[in-house]
C-alpha cells in the first residue's frame, strides 16, 4: 500500500488506528507517510520500500532500523506486542525514525491501516502499489579549457546508461553526442553543468554553459563551420564537425543562445523497441 | 549466481582463503564477491584475465590445466609453443635445443605459429584497406580483451578484427598436414598449445568465434619449463646437435608491439594492461580516436611476457627476447600476393562471428532497472564511501549495487555493525 497520491495518513493517525504505543521520535506524529510496506524481509523493504513509507514488521532486530534508514522510511511499527531493545532505539532516534509498537499482527494492522485511510473498497485489493515514475537524474560538471579530463563526463553518463542496460547502439549515439557537447565547452566556454534524464521512454542530455554563446546557430549547425583558434585544431579539435555530428546521432537537437551569456544545448534520444 | 555456462579455467580452493580480498578488489570487471566467508565470482562478468590469480597471496585461485600424462591418448603429438617459451630461457639457448628438448619428453613434432603471425600482418593490413569503414578495428588476438569487449563493450564487437588468431590456423594447418601425410585420421593427432595464461585455456575450452577449437589442449609455460629444463641442460652439454642452425627464432605476438611492427606502426596503437585497455575502449566508444587505423590490446602489461604461467620477469623475458631476435632472428620470407590470395578465399578468417555475451542484464525491463538503480543510489548515499571492501564487495557502489539486488544485506557493511 504504497500510492502516494492516494495515501494520506500521518504517523499519529497510524498509532491511533493501531492502538500503537509510540517509542521513538513522539515529536513527529504530525508528520505525514508516502504509504504502508508490511515485511519482515528486510531485502524486500530495501527492494521495494517507498521513500518516506512506514515499516510493519515483525522482525524486532537493528537491521530492520538499518534497512528502513537505507531506504528512507520515515516510520517503523514493531508487530504483535514486540518491544525493541535500547540500542535499536538509540539508532532509530539518531536517524530520526519514528517507532512505534502494537499488539496487531501484520495482516490485521494492514486491515486497520487500509480502513483509516479509505482504502479498504469490496472490489478492490488493499494492497495496490502506486506506479512510481521510472525516472533518474545525474548531473556533471565540465570546466572550460581543460583538455585533459575532457571525456570524463560521456564516460560517466556512459556507466550510467550501461547500468541501466539501455540499447549499446542507443548508448553510443548518446555518448557520442555528449562528447562532441562537452568538447565544445571545453573548447568554447567557460564551464557548465551536463544534465542527464534517464526514462524508460528517453534519455535526455541537456548541456547548459556559461561562455561567449553562439551568435549563429543556423550557420554553426553547418558541417565544416568552426570557430576554433590554430592551437585547437594543431590539438585534432575543431573540425566544425561537433553540433552537425550531435544533431546526426541524437533523435531532437534543441539549441538556443544568448551571446557573452551562454548556451543551452538539449539533445533527446528515443526509446523504440 | 547460477550463470554456469561459462568455461573458466580456474578454481577456487574456499580452504586456503584468508579473507585479504586482494581479488575482490582487483577483478577488473568486478566480479568477485567474498560474501559469507565464501569467494564467489559471477560467470558472466569473468573475463578470465587472470588478475585475481596473480593477486592472490594463498593460491585461493587455482588455474585448470591439462598435464602431458593427461594427453597421452593420441597417436601423434604435435606441441605448439607459444614464443613465450622459447625467451624464457635466455639467449644461451638457441630455439633448436628447446625444440629438441620438447621432442625429448615425448612430442612427435613442434610446430611455431610465428610464420602464420608474420603472414596474418599483411592480412590485416589488406583488411584495413578493405573495410575503411569500421575504425579503429581493435586486435581479437588476446582473449581477454576480447571477452571484455564482449561483456563491458558489446557496442564494439564489430570493431574486433574477423581473423583467426595465428595458434588455431598453424594448430588447423598442422593437423590437417600430419593427418594427409601419416595417415591418420584428424582426431588421433593431438595438438598441444604451451600457454602463457589461463585465458588462452579458455580460448581452447569455449572459443568465442567458433564451436570447437582447432587444438586438444594446452599445458602452462611454467610446467612444461621444468619438465624440459633437465632436457636442455643435457642437450646443451651434448655438445653439437644436427641442425641447429635450422631453427631461428621465430618472432609472434607474444609481446607488446610486435603485432603493431607487422601491422605497420605508422596505423596501430598498441595499449597493454587491463585498465589502460578499458581506457582506450571508452575513448573508442566516444568515437574519439576514429582516426586510428587498428588498435593492438592486449590484457596483462608488456603482453603476453606478464602471463600468469610464465617463469621469467617481464622485463627480464623483454631483454631476452631482443637479444634472441638479434642473434637468432630472421627477417620472415613471405610473398605477399600468396597472402592476399588467401585472405580471399578465407583461410585466416573466423570461423564463426563473434557476438555480445549474454550477461545478468542482457534481458532487463528499462523501467525495473531505473528503480532498481535508484535504490541502489539512495543505499550508496548512506555508505561511508571508504571503498574499503570489508563487507566483500569491491567497492561502495558495488555493494549499493548488490544490496538493491537483494544479493546482500545491508548489514554486512562494518559501519553499520554495532
Known amino acids: 500500500m504504497q500510492d502516494s497520491e492516494g495515501f494520506n495518513l500521518e504517523i499519529g493517525q497510524i498509532k491511533e488506528a493501531l492502538k500503537a504505543d509510540v517509542l521513538v521520535c513522539r515529536d513527529r506524529l504530525k508528520s505525514k507517510v508516502s504509504g504502508?510496506?508490511?515485511?519482515?524481509?528486510?531485502?524486500?523493504?530495501l527492494a521495494y520500500g517507498r521513500e518516506g513509507a512506514c515499516l510493519l514488521t515483525g522482525l524486532n532486530t537493528v537491521q530492520a532500523v538499518i534497512s528502513s534508514h537505507m531506504a528512507d522510511l520515515k516510520a517503523i511499527v514493531f508487530l504483535r506486542g514486540k518491544k525493541p531493545g535500547p540500542d535499536i532505539r538509540k539508532f532509530a532516534e539518531e536517524k530520526g525514525i519514528v517507532v512505534l509498537t502494537t499488539k496487531a499482527d501484520m495482516f490485521d494492522a494492514c486491515i486497520k491501516i487500509a480502513r483509516a485511510d479509505g482504502h479498504l473498497r469490496p472490489t478492490n485489493g488493499i494492497m495496490m502499489r502506486g506506479k512510481e515514475k521510472n525516472i533518474t537524474s545525474h548531473e556533471f560538471f565540465v570546466d572550460g579549457k581543460d583538455f585533459a579530463s575532457a571525456g570524463l563526463v560521456s564516460t560517466g553518463i556512459?556507466?550510467?546508461?550501461?547500468?541501466?542496460?539501455?540499447?549499446m547502439q542507443l548508448i553510443r549515439r548518446v555518448a557520442i553526442s555528449t562528447y562532441e557537447g562537452e568538447m565544445n565547452v571545453v573548447m568554447h566556454a567557460e564551464k557548465a553543468t551536463v544534465t542527464l534524464t534517464a526514462s524508460d521512454s528517453e534519455i535526455r542530455v541537456?548541456?547548459?554553459?556559461?561562455?561567449?554563446?553562439?551568435?549563429?546557430?543556423q550557420e554553426a549547425m553547418v558541417p565544416g563551420f568552426s570557430t576554433a583558434t590554430e592551437e585547437q585544431r594543431a590539438m585534432g579539435f575543431g573540425a566544425g564537425m561537433g553540433l552537425p555530428n550531435m544533431k546526426k546521432n541524437s533523435d531532437e537537437i534543441n539549441v538556443t543562445s544568448e551571446v557573452g551569456k551562454g548556451t543551452k544545448l538539449e539533445m533527446r534520444f528515443f526509446i523504440k523497441d | 549466481?547460477?550463470?554456469?555456462?561459462?568455461?573458466?579455467?580456474?578454481?577456487?580452493?574456499?580452504?586456503?582463503?584468508?579473507?585479504?580480498?586482494?581479488?575482490?578488489?582487483?577483478?577488473?570487471?568486478?566480479?568477485?564477491?567474498?560474501?559469507?566467508?565464501k569467494v564467489t565470482f559471477f560467470q558472466d562478468l569473468c573475463v578470465d584475465c587472470g588478475e585475481c590469480i596473480h593477486m592472490c597471496p594463498e593460491k585461493v585461485f587455482v588455474p585448470v590445466s591439462e598435464t602431458m600424462e593427461d594427453l597421452k591418448s593420441f597417436k601423434f603429438h604435435i606441441a605448439l609453443p607459444s614464443n613465450i617459451l622459447y625467451i624464457q630461457f635466455g639467449v644461451t639457448v638457441p630455439p633448436g635445443v628447446v625444440r629438441q628438448a620438447l621432442k625429448n619428453i615425448g612430442f612427435n613434432e613442434v610446430a611455431d605459429v610465428a610464420k602464420v603471425c608474420d603472414e596474418e600482418g599483411i592480412a590485416l593490413r589488406y583488411h584495413l584497406e578493405q573495410h575503411p569503414q569500421i575504425r579503429p578495428i581493435i586486435s581479437s588476438f588476446c582473449p581477454t580483451v576480447v571477452r571484455l569487449i564482449q561483456v563491458l563493450y558489446p557496442s564494439l564487437v564489430p570493431h574486433l578484427d574477423p581473423l583467426d588468431v595465428p595458434r588455431e590456423i598453424t594448430a588447423r594447418e598442422a593437423r590437417l598436414h600430419y593427418a594427409k601425410k601419416l595417415g591418420l585420421k584428424e582426431d588421433e593427432i593431438g595438438v598441444i598449445y604451451i600457454t602463457p595464461c589461463p585465458a588462452k585455456i579458455v580460448s581452447i575450452k569455449q572459443p568465442a568465434e567458433k564451436k570447437r577449437s582447432w587444438i586438444d589442449g594446452a599445458i602452462p609455460v611454467k610446467d612444461i619449463y621444468n619438465l624440459i629444463l633437465p632436457e636442455v641442460i643435457k642437450i646443451q652439454q651434448g655438445g653439437k646437435i644436427a641442425d641447429l642452425d635450422k631453427f631461428y627464432y621465430p618472432k609472434a605476438w607474444g609481446m607488446l608491439?610486435?603485432?603493431?611492427?607487422?601491422?605497420?606502426?605508422?596505423r596501430a596503437l598498441?595499449?597493454?594492461?587491463?585498465?589502460?585497455?578499458?581506457?582506450?575502449?571508452?575513448?573508442?566508444?566516444?568515437?574519439?580516436?576514429?582516426?586510428?587505423?587498428?588498435?593492438?590490446?592486449?590484457?596483462?602489461?608488456?603482453?603476453?611476457?606478464?602471463?600468469?604461467?610464465?617463469?621469467?620477469?617481464?622485463?627480464v623475458a623483454r631483454h631476452n627476447s631482443i637479444q634472441m631476435q638479434e642473434k637468432y632472428g630472421r627477417p620472415p620470407n613471405i610473398a605477399e600476393e600468396k597472402v592476399i590470395e588467401k585472405y580471399r578465399r578465407g583461410f585466416y578468417f573466423h570461423e564463426e562471428p563473434v557476438l555480445p555475451r549474454t550477461t545478468r542484464d542482457s534481458e532487463i525491463d528499462i523501467g525495473e532497472s531505473i528503480k532498481r538503480m535508484k535504490k541502489k543510489e539512495r543505499i550508496f548515499a548512506k555508505l561511508s564511501g571508504k571503498d574499503c571492501s570489508l563487507c566483500g564487495a569491491p567497492t561502495c557502489e558495488t555493494f549499493a549495487d548488490d544490496c538493491a539486488r537483494g544479493e546482500a544485506e545491508i548489514t554486512d557493511c562494518v559501519f553499520f555493525k554495532k
Request: proline fraction near 2%; charged fraction near 25%.
Open chain 1, 206 to 217: 541537456v548541456i547548459n554553459d556559461k561562455g561567449k554563446g553562439i551568435p549563429d546557430i
Open chain 1, 158 to 167: 556512459k556507466t550510467i546508461l550501461k547500468e541501466i542496460g539501455y540499447n
Open chain 1, 36 to 45: 504502508i510496506y508490511a515485511s519482515d524481509l528486510m531485502s524486500d523493504v
Open chain 2, 257 to 266: 608491439g610486435h603485432f603493431s611492427q607487422n601491422v605497420g606502426y605508422d
Open chain 2, 270 to 315: 598498441s595499449v597493454a594492461g587491463i585498465d589502460h585497455v578499458k581506457r582506450i575502449l571508452n575513448d573508442i566508444e566516444s568515437n574519439k580516436l576514429h582516426y586510428v587505423d587498428f588498435i593492438e590490446a592486449m590484457a596483462c602489461l608488456h603482453g603476453c611476457t606478464n602471463g600468469v604461467f610464465c617463469v621469467r620477469d617481464p622485463y
Open chain 2, 1 to 37: 549466481m547460477d550463470n554456469s555456462t561459462f568455461y573458466h579455467a580456474h578454481l577456487i580452493v574456499q580452504e586456503r582463503c584468508k579473507g585479504r580480498l586482494k581479488c575482490v578488489r582487483s577483478c577488473p570487471t568486478k566480479a568477485i564477491r567474498v560474501y559469507e566467508n
